[in-house]
């Protein structure tokens, strides 16, 4: 099967799907190996925590705590956030988690560094008629949203442009619903009547909409035992897992089920608490999870890795945490939770917002002198530098046979120094196509961005757009984070 590589998405090598596997002896003839890989591996790389908090707790109405269920993304040039802010119980909102009262707040940002919470004046807070507050759950019940996610909608009518969801709780029924609500502006909000999904969901539940498949999806908390259950009552015994359901429409919801648990490599004391889901930003078939790792024996919380081709199947690629927990006395050991959503914050930046814990995961609850009281952080990395392909001394590879289209190659690439990588083009057969093979490759080196590959200073490649190729890598102490091919249809 030939794949079809498309104008302008990247490939980013978050697996070996398209890097030939070889064979150690060729059945063309000869024993010698044909288009064998060797030198090279995959890496992962964590992003760097800003020591500077960006949203801290100074209203009355997040006074208890800013939590890290929060989701940020860019919209006509202006990038929003979403957050859950808690505050103490009062007479007629007292039915949330832990009885404190949850509402979505909302602040915005031109940098993606300074938040400004605007007065907006659509929901009040005892005498304070100009809130940064958008969405307070389902009233008069007193039901808080709790665990929420929002996105812009590009396939919805304008009056359901923006949509959320969240997890409630019914106290005397002992069960959780997930729940949505549309908006045709992102402040003014309508919650959908009958629950979208019943089950116990907990945590922040994370929508998406998949422009590519043409469906909405949602990752939300799940437990070892809960897929038989109807009604999402409570099942706390069990392992905390990762479920998954689709819907065309975002009133009717497939079964969630579980995409993502712990494995058997994994200590027994170890949950998957929260998934952090969001597309591959650019990526032709790419998606990422910041899975946060909950260890019960020492109640700490950590952010993990997982990736997926299709959103359906996943696997983490290195065990241990992506970011671990800090030192004790330190300002993480408690640990880090990762909110939801990826920003550019500037050319070749991305930015995700996490939460970082110097108490453990219940410690608060029963130490009312301590003075943390949650917020948000920036945590940043280079654009596509979660994965990539190393090589510290020298490696080769060859991709599977592929189309494309286009008419230029470029790459995201960084080497050591004296380190270099070319690039060159075969047929299908892996034989060399005359004045773009390896040694016709101008080499590349250093900290590179989309630079275009040249062959003796030539980068037209439209002669072999719609064609079967393979590309053929040749590295040496480098890194090769994604590459694409660009030009005019």
Same mark, same amino acid.
Request: charged share 25%.
């Given at each position: 099967?030939?794949?079809?590589?498309?104008?302008?998405?990247?490939?980013?090598?978050?697996?070996?799907?398209?890097?030939?596997?070889?064979?150690?002896?060729?059945?063309?003839?000869?024993?010698?190996?044909?288009?064998?890989?060797?030198?090279?591996?995959?890496?992962?790389?964590?992003?760097?925590?800003?020591?500077?908090?960006?949203?801290?707790?100074?209203?009355?109405?997040?006074?208890?705590?800013?939590?890290?269920?929060?989701?940020?993304?860019?919209?006509?040039?202006?990038?929003?956030?979403?957050?859950?802010?808690?505050?103490?119980?009062?007479?007629?909102?007292?039915?949330?988690?832990?009885?404190?009262?949850?509402?979505?707040?909302?602040?915005?940002?031109?940098?993606?560094?300074?938040?400004?919470?605007?007065?907006?004046?659509?929901?009040?807070?005892?005498?304070?008629?100009?809130?940064?507050?958008?969405? +307070?759950?389902?009233?008069?019940?007193?039901?808080? &949203?709790?665990?929420? !996610?929002?996105? *812009? %909608? /590009?396939?919805?009518? =304008?009056?359901?442009?923006?949509?959320?969801?969240?997890?409630?709780?019914?106290?005397?029924?002992?069960?959780?619903?997930?729940?949505?609500?549309?908006?045709?502006?992102?402040?003014?909000?309508?919650?959908?009547?009958?629950?979208?999904?019943?089950?116990?969901?907990?945590?922040?539940?994370?929508?998406?909409?998949?422009?590519?498949?043409?469906?909405?999806?949602?990752?939300?908390?799940?437990?070892?035992?809960?897929?038989?259950?109807?009604?999402?009552?409570?099942?706390?015994?069990?392992?905390?897992?990762?479920?998954?359901?689709?819907?065309? +429409?975002?009133?009717?919801?497939?079964?969630?089920? &579980?995409?993502?648990? !712990?494995?058997? *490599? %994994? /200590?027994?004391?170890? =949950?998957?608490?929260?998934?952090?889901?969001?597309?591959?930003?650019?990526?032709?078939?790419?998606?990422?999870?910041?899975?946060?790792?909950?260890?019960?024996?020492?109640?700490?919380?950590?952010?993990?890795?997982?990736?997926?081709?299709?959103?359906?199947?996943?696997?983490?690629?290195?065990?241990?945490?992506?970011?671990?927990?800090?030192?004790?006395?330190?300002?993480?050991?408690?640990?880090?939770?990762?909110?939801?959503?990826?920003?550019?914050?500037?050319?070749?930046?991305?930015?995700?917002?996490?939460?970082?814990?110097?108490?453990?995961?219940?410690?608060?609850?029963?130490?009312?002198?301590? &003075?943390?009281?949650?917020?948000?952080?920036?945590?940043?990395?280079?654009? =596509?530098?979660?994965?990539?392909?190393?090589?510290?001394?020298?490696?080769?590879?060859?991709?599977?046979?592929?189309?494309?289209?286009?008419?230029?190659?470029?790459?995201?690439?960084?080497?050591?120094?004296?380190?270099?990588?070319?690039?060159?083009?075969?047929?299908?057969?892996?034989?060399?196509?005359?004045?773009?093979?390896?040694?016709?490759?101008?080499?590349?080196?250093?900290?590179?961005?989309?630079?275009?590959?040249?062959?003796?200073?030539?980068?037209?490649?439209?002669?072999?757009?719609?064609?079967?190729?393979?590309?053929?890598?040749?590295?040496?102490?480098?890194?090769?984070?994604?590459?694409?091919?660009?030009?005019?249809?």
């Amino acid at each position: 099967m030939i794949n079809k590589l498309l104008r302008g998405r990247k490939h980013v090598f978050i697996d070996w799907s398209l890097v030939e596997a070889g064979g150690g002896n060729s059945w063309f003839g000869n024993t010698d190996p044909w288009l064998m890989p060797y030198g090279v591996v995959l890496k992962t790389f964590a992003p760097t925590i800003h020591p500077e908090p960006i949203l801290l707790p100074k209203k009355p109405w997040e006074e208890y705590v800013i939590s890290s269920w929060a989701t940020v993304f860019e919209d006509e040039g202006k990038f929003k956030l979403y957050y859950e802010g808690y505050h103490s119980p009062d007479s007629l909102k007292s039915k949330d988690v832990q009885k404190h009262v949850s509402q979505v707040c909302y602040a915005e940002s031109e940098d993606g560094v300074n938040w400004v919470r605007p007065k907006l004046g659509i929901i009040p807070y005892q005498d304070d008629n100009e809130t940064n507050i958008v969405f +307070d759950g389902i009233q008069p019940a007193g039901i808080g &949203p709790h665990g929420p !996610t929002v996105i *812009k %909608d /590009p396939n919805g009518p =304008d009056e359901e442009r923006y949509k959320m969801i969240f997890g409630t709780i019914n106290e005397e029924k002992r069960t959780r619903h997930l729940r949505g609500a549309t908006s045709p502006d992102g402040f003014h909000w309508t919650a959908i009547e009958e629950p979208l999904i019943y089950h116990a969901c907990d945590t922040q539940s994370v929508l998406a909409w998949d422009e590519d498949e043409g469906f909405y999806r949602i990752y939300t908390r799940g437990f070892r035992n809960q897929s038989e259950l109807t009604d999402g009552r409570h099942v706390w015994p069990e392992r905390r897992t990762i479920d998954h359901a689709r819907s065309r +429409d975002f009133r009717v919801w497939d079964k969630p089920m &579980p995409c993502l648990v !712990t494995e058997p *490599k %994994d /200590p027994p004391s170890w =949950d998957l608490y929260s998934s952090s889901y969001t597309k591959w930003p650019g990526a032709q078939d790419a998606h990422l999870m910041f899975p946060n790792i909950f260890k019960r024996d020492t109640e700490q919380m950590e952010t993990s890795l997982a990736v997926s081709r299709d959103g359906n199947i996943w696997q983490r690629p290195i065990r241990d945490a992506l970011i671990p927990s800090g030192s004790p006395e330190s300002e993480t050991y408690g640990g880090n939770i990762t909110a939801q959503g990826l920003i550019q914050t500037k050319p070749g930046e991305w930015t995700q917002l996490i939460q970082t814990k110097p108490v453990s995961h219940i410690e608060r609850f029963y130490n009312k002198e301590t &003075p943390w009281r949650g917020g948000l952080w920036r945590a940043t990395i280079r654009e =596509d530098g979660y994965m990539a392909v190393e090589t510290e001394a020298r490696g080769e590879f060859w991709t599977v046979t592929f189309e494309f289209e286009g008419n230029e190659l470029t790459t995201n690439s960084w080497t050591h120094f004296g380190g270099w990588i070319r690039i060159g083009l075969t047929d299908e057969e892996g034989k060399p196509i005359e004045g773009y093979a390896l040694e016709d490759c101008d080499r590349i080196s250093g900290d590179t961005m989309w630079k275009s590959v040249s062959w003796q200073e030539k980068t037209d490649l439209s002669t072999f757009e719609g064609k079967p190729i393979r590309l053929h890598f040749e590295m040496v102490r480098a890194r090769i984070y994604a590459f694409r091919f660009e030009g005019p249809v």
